[in-house]
């Protein structure tokens, strides 16, 4: 199974809105709405911010949202905060009935 | 509150089996949900290794399926991660998360470094 493809890096001011896209093929993202977004701080565990594409976990802000077209997963950002600052992984269930992940995007709040 | 806490070696010798153990606490595991194991490398993204539902149930990442065996003790709610074989590919920091269904997974451990060493 080959991993999720993510952009290296994105970037935006406090305020501003941003998002990621993750990008599969028929077999994973776009074949199941099962795909979550991840969070990681430097040194932390991930913390789950939205699973089965577009839902979220209690205590995660709605300035966070999902979405999915085609083979394509996104995670918006709205009112980009510092404390948003942290890599974000994508994951999707496959037709394997196994779990990839996406090579992680570094967000970088200016 | 929902706590997971992995324990095992933080070395072990290349080609030799990686053991490790997690300890739910504030949930039984009896009660429902898969367990998984997952691994990051340092400074790289991360990967799943495989997880197992309460019945003993199990699924794993393909690239790894040979070498791994993921299994439960509900009476010490605990579940365990064995990776035969190891090498240095292997070094990595290893979480143990709950997992909500298709691998959605919300609680964490805060995860072990596992060194191989040759």
């Known amino acids: 199974q080959s991993a999720l493809t993510q952009p290296a890096s994105v970037s935006g001011s406090p305020g501003q809105s941003i998002t990621i896209s993750c990008t599969g093929t028929?077999?994973?993202?776009?074949?199941?709405?099962?795909v979550s977004w991840y969070q990681q701080h430097p040194g932390k565990a991930p913390k789950l911010m939205i699973y089965?594409?577009?839902n979220r976990p209690s205590g995660v802000s709605n300035r966070f949202s999902g979405s999915k077209s085609g083979n394509t997963a996104s995670l918006t950002i709205s009112g980009l905060q510092a404390e948003d600052e942290a890599d974000y992984y994508c994951?999707?269930?496959?037709?394997?009935?196994?779990?990839?992940f996406g090579g992680g995007t570094k967000l970088t709040v200016l | 509150q929902v706590q997971l806490q992995e324990s095992g070696p933080g070395l072990v010798k290349s080609s030799e089996t990686l053991s490790l153990t997690c300890t739910v606490s504030?949930?039984?595991?009896?009660?429902?949900?898969?367990w998984g194991w997952i691994r990051q490398p340092p400074g790289k993204g991360l990967e799943w290794i495989g997880s197992?539902?309460?019945?003993?149930?199990?699924d794993y990442n393909p690239s790894l399926r040979s070498r791994v065996t993921v299994s439960v003790d509900t009476s010490k709610n605990q579940f365990s991660l064995k990776l035969s074989s190891v090498s240095a590919a292997d070094t990595a920091v290893y979480y143990c998360?709950?997992?909500?269904?298709?691998?959605?997974?919300?609680?964490w451990g805060q995860g072990i470094l596992v060194t191989v060493s040759s």
């Open positions: 998360a709950r997992d909500i269904g298709h691998y959605a997974s919300d609680y």
């Open positions: 504030g949930y039984f595991i009896s009660g429902g949900y898969y």
């Open positions: 089965h594409v577009s």
């Open positions: 197992i539902f309460r019945s003993g149930s199990t």
């Open positions: 994951g999707s269930y496959t037709s394997s009935s196994s779990w990839v």
């Open positions: 028929s077999s994973d993202v776009g074949g199941y709405n099962y």
